[in-house]
């Protein structure tokens, strides 16, 4: 018969407990016997920046975001400090003036949907850079989600006005 621990530990920062307590005092949640926890992930080594494919040259909030998608995807990056100089070609930093600038780089083989996170967030942070509708396409309200017509300046439903 497999002994059962005389301690507890919280899910979140995996602090111990007396095996009597409930719930940790720092986060709040219920206390777990050790072997309920999922193991650690090991933390992936990547290599040099320099030997990685740059996704993005933006300031620290695009980044951010860039990298909490990469991450809820389960794509390992790296995020440097860089200059203007580093971005991949296409990339226009002119626009962030005197922003300080950081890289998101990822190996070669995770560029596709790394990108593909990155032009979504591009069309948020810079509307104007998002491929205009064909004709006759239609969009969508992000409030509502109602069909639009291209050369729509309020929707009808919401009555949401586009900048």
């Known amino acids: 018969m497999a002994e059962v621990p005389y301690y507890k530990v919280c899910p979140q920062c995996r602090v111990e407990y007396t095996h009597v307590s409930l719930s940790c005092s720092d986060c709040n949640v219920g206390l777990v016997h050790p072997d309920a926890l999922a193991p ?3 933390p992936v080594e990547l ?6 494919l740059c996704v993005r040259v933006a300031p ?3 980044i951010r975001a860039l990298s909490e998608g990469l991450e809820q995807g389960g794509i390992s990056h790296r995020v440097e400090p860089a200059t203007a100089a580093d971005a991949p070609e296409g990339q226009n930093c002119e626009s962030f003036e005197d ?3 950081f890289g998101l780089y990822v ?7 790394a990108r593909e996170l990155d032009g979504a967030i591009a069309v948020q942070v810079l509307p104007e850079s998002a491929p205009p509708l064909a004709e006759g396409e239609e969009d969508t ?3 509502c989600g109602t069909a639009l017509p291209a050369s ?8 949401l006005v586009f900048a």
């Open 152 to 159: 729509a300046t309020e929707c009808p439903d919401c009555e």
């Open 40 to 42: 650690e992930a090991v």
């Open 107 to 113: 190996e070669p083989e995770a560029g596709a949907p």
């Open 141 to 143: 309200c992000p409030a």
């Open 99 to 101: 922003s300080q600038l």
């Open 47 to 52: 290599p040099a920046a320099a030997e990685l």
């Open 60 to 62: 620290i909030a695009w």
